[in-house]
């Protein structure tokens, strides 16, 4: 297993701006992923972050919209670029550990654009 | 990738044994299956794996017929704390390696 930390875990930011959401792993692990999900629905993958490669972007999220760091095997970030309110969610990152599709999560940050 | 199908909720009550179903008609040779729990406000946690017939942990049974179609989390004796949803996964690490979440389970126990 792993625990998985994020920060910050909520925020309110403007349109126009960037936040940049930390994700921690208290150990090392080669596979990251991030997903969004939006209250009362189901998990969006957004990309997948592997150490020493680029991310790996879903269909409907771009690099410059989404960009992510993976610089080493326990650390990641996504940041979410030029905000609107449509980018209000909750943002989480996973981790794999174990068999494969066995992922641990972080507790997840709620983002409100206004 | 293996496309799967849930009941969009159940209810039950404590104390009783609540089986959800998952079909993956689709699931090929080497996919996995994977079972997630998620509470409100928190990302979900994995619960169980299995590939083929009957896995068991401390927290549930996985039971998986021979031709893997569908498969079974069964949870003994609920409480409340058990309400929360429950997502099944069907993949394999190779080829496209894309963890998708459907619609999942929302389960209610009742007192």
């Known amino acids: 297993s792993a625990v998985i930390s994020q920060k910050p875990s909520r925020d309110i930011c403007q349109r126009g701006t960037s936040l940049t959401i930390q994700c921690q792993v208290d150990?090392?692990?080669?596979?990251m992923f991030w997903y969004r999900q939006q209250p009362g629905q189901s998990l969006t993958l957004i990309a997948t972050a592997n150490q020493g490669s680029e991310a790996t972007y879903e269909s409907g999220f771009v690099i410059d919209k989404f960009p992510i760091s993976r610089p080493n095997l326990t650390f990641s970030t996504l940041t979410v670029s030029n905000m609107s309110p449509e980018d209000s969610s909750i943002y989480l990152c996973?981790?794999?550990?174990?068999?494969?599709?066995?992922?641990?999560f972080g507790p997840g940050t709620r983002l409100t654009v206004t | 990738l293996a496309k799967t199908t849930q009941p969009i909720s159940m209810d039950s009550y404590e104390g009783q044994e609540v089986n959800i179903t998952c079909s993956h008609n689709?699931?090929?040779?080497?996919?996995?299956i994977t079972w997630y729990q998620q509470f409100p406000s928190q990302g979900p946690r994995f619960i169980i794996q299995g590939y083929k017939t009957k896995v068991t942990n401390e927290v549930a049974s996985l039971f998986i017929p021979a031709d893997r179609k569908s498969s079974t989390l069964s949870l003994p004796r609920v409480s409340l704390s058990d309400t929360a949803v429950y997502y099944c996964?069907?993949?394999?690490?190779?080829?496209?390696?894309?963890?998708?979440f459907g619609r999942g389970t929302s389960l209610i126990v009742h007192p």
């Open positions: 150990s090392q692990v080669t596979m």
């Open positions: 689709n699931i090929a040779t080497n996919d996995y």
């Open positions: 996964l069907v993949g394999d690490e190779g080829g496209s390696y894309i963890p998708t």
């Open positions: 996973s981790a794999e550990t174990g068999q494969p599709w066995e992922q641990y």
